[in-house]
């Protein structure tokens, strides 16, 4: 059965990896600190892969650095500021989905975003994107108590867009995305064109639906409008 043939009445997107690819900026970050401090620039890819495990992660990665040390603390202050100097510098929607969230507000679909990325830095990046139109919800850990994988963020968003949970689709790249929205209610799409993990097996993550790019992403869902 196909879990879309129903009346969606929201989708809902987690930002990087998902809406957005954004690893590009992260990716001149790690290399430019590495360099210097005289360290030899890291395997793109590497880099990439870790993006969804946020600013500590990536910087461990690029100084093998312990988080919560004083050395690790400053490292990650220095990668937040240079990262908010130059927040949406190269980001760009994944393709087709721009055209999708147009096509979701003609059909009268309210559309939005839940992410564990700050308000401050969400924020401007999705107004630096130029979305038409754009989301209708945004929810950032500083909207809520928990984060993912909590579903409160989910919740809260379809509450604000007066969604039912179980009429509402979530996309993300992660585990903690499809473990949300599962616990939402949700119906959810494990996105594996975003940051995996060599580690990762979406297969595992128990999303009702996989897609692999994010044109086959748009094509569910103008299907499911139809």
């Given at each position: 059965?196909?879990?879309l043939?129903?009346?969606l009445?929201?989708?809902?997107f987690?930002l990087?990896?998902?809406?957005?690819?954004?690893?590009?900026?992260?990716?001149a970050?790690?290399?430019?600190?590495?360099?210097?401090?005289?360290?030899q620039?890291?395997?793109?890819?590497l880099?990439?892969?870790?993006v969804?495990?946020?600013a500590?992660a990536?910087v461990?990665?690029?100084f093998?650095?312990?988080?919560d040390?004083?050395?690790?603390?400053?490292?990650r202050?220095?990668?937040?500021?240079r990262?908010?100097?130059?927040l949406?510098?190269?980001?760009?929607?994944?393709?087709?989905?721009?055209?999708?969230?147009?096509?979701?507000?003609?059909?009268?679909?309210?559309?939005?975003?839940?992410?564990n990325?700050?308000?401050r830095?969400?924020?401007?990046?999705m107004?630096?994107l130029?979305?038409?139109?754009?989301?209708?919800v945004?929810?950032t850990?500083?909207?809520?108590?928990?984060?993912?994988?909590?579903?409160?963020a989910i919740?809260?968003?379809?509450?604000?867009?007066?969604a039912?949970?179980e009429?509402?689709?979530?996309?993300?790249?992660?585990a903690r995305?499809?473990?949300?929205?599962?616990?939402?209610g949700?119906?959810?799409?494990?996105?594996?064109?975003?940051?995996l993990?060599?580690?990762?097996?979406?297969?595992s993550?128990g999303?009702?639906?996989?897609?692999d790019?994010?044109q086959?992403?748009?094509?569910?869902?103008?299907?499911?409008?139809?």
């Amino acid at each position: 059965m196909n879990v879309l043939k129903q009346p969606l009445e929201s989708v809902l997107f987690d930002l990087d990896g998902t809406l957005v690819d954004t690893a590009g900026e992260f990716v001149a970050i790690v290399q430019a600190m590495r360099g210097e401090h005289d360290l030899q620039p890291l395997e793109e890819q590497l880099i990439r892969r870790v993006v969804s495990n946020g600013a500590n992660a990536l910087v461990s990665l690029a100084f093998d650095s312990e988080v919560d040390t004083p050395v690790h603390e400053a490292l990650r202050d220095e990668f937040l500021n240079r990262y908010a100097a130059q927040l949406g510098q190269s980001a760009q929607p994944y393709p087709a989905l721009r055209e999708l969230v147009g096509d979701l507000a003609r059909a009268g679909i309210p559309w939005g975003v839940v992410t564990n990325k700050l308000r401050r830095f969400a924020e401007p990046l999705m107004a630096s994107l130029n979305f038409l139109p754009e989301a209708n919800v945004l929810v950032t850990p500083c909207d809520v108590r928990a984060s993912k994988p909590d579903p409160e963020a989910i919740l809260q968003a379809c509450s604000r867009v007066s969604a039912r949970p179980e009429g509402s689709l979530y996309i993300g790249d992660h585990a903690r995305d499809i473990e949300a929205g599962r616990r939402a209610g949700c119906i959810t799409i494990a996105a594996t064109y975003g940051y995996l993990t060599d580690n990762d097996d979406p297969k595992s993550w128990g999303a009702d639906l996989i897609v692999d790019s994010s044109q086959e992403l748009a094509t569910l869902i103008r299907q499911a409008m139809e």
